[in-house]
Each structure stands twice: as structure tokens, then as C-alpha cells.
């Protein structure tokens, strides 16, 4: 199976296990979604420059138009081997899946093929969800 084939069905059977029922009693709460990936050092710089080129700019946009709270990209300048990753913030797991339909949606339109060619570079991948408990200054009220 695709790289990108193994992560989407991840996502998916993520969302089918973690999904509206498990975060009923939180699904006012914000989430931190987390993907932490493992990059070969001679390729973080070709992985950054398609995140920087393709995926920040929709990033940026989806943020603007509230379907998300935030995104950063990040690495470690000293730890464990997830050297090449992402964050999202949401206000809930329902806003997050919207999210993610139109983030998938608007990259393989405009950059067919840039999930691919990013994903191939990754020797591992793992996702984490996590409650926000505790936030200072709170998050902005999304509009929608």
C-alpha cells in the first residue's frame, strides 16, 4: 500500500474509532492534532520546502476562512528521531474533520500529486489527538 494511502486510512479509522460519540462529552473542547513524522536529515530540507511552498499557503487560507484555529510546522533542534511535523488546532473533532476534507480537497487540486511526493520521504508516521485542557489566552470564537 501508497504511503499516502497508509496515512489516509489511519485518519479514517482514526475518525471511525475516535469519533462523534467518543468526543460527545468534550466536543466543546479544542483539540491539538499532532503528526509527527520521521524524515532522513538529508531530506528534512526537501520536505520543508513542499510545506513551505504548497501546503503553508492553503494552511493560511483555511485559518482565514475559520476552519481551524491554527497550524505550525515543526522540528527539533535536539530529541528523538519525529523530526518533521505538523500541528492543528480546532475547536472540536467535527470542525477538524471539515477541515481536513477541505484541506485534502484544495491541495490535490492545485498541486496534484504533493501529498505523494512529500510522503515518500517519510520512514514513519504517527498521529495524536489530544484534548486542550488548559489554554492561555483562550482561542478566538470561531465565527461559524
Known sequence: ???????????????LFL???????????PLLIVSFN???????????KMADSVFVPILKELVDEKFIFSFGFFGH???????????????????FDKFWDEYVTRVNKRHPGAFASTTKY???????????????????????
Request: no cysteine.
Open 1 to 15: 500500500m501508497k504511503q499516502t494511502s497508509k496515512i489516509l486510512a489511519i485518519i479514517i479509522v482514526a475518525f
Open 19 to 29: 469519533g462523534s460519540k467518543s468526543f460527545a462529552q468534550n466536543n466543546e473542547q
Open 38 to 48: 520521521m524524515v532522513s536529515m538529508g531530506d528534512v530540507g526537501k520536505v520543508n
Open 77 to 95: 533542534a535536539w530529541g528523538d528521531e519525529w523530526n518533521s511535523n505538523v500541528w492543528y488546532t480546532a475547536k472540536d473533532m467535527t470542525s
Open 122 to 144: 517519510f520512514q514513519a508516521h504517527k498521529d495524536n489527538i489530544y484534548v486542550v485542557r488548559n489554554q492561555y489566552p483562550a482561542p478566538p470564537t470561531p465565527n461559524k
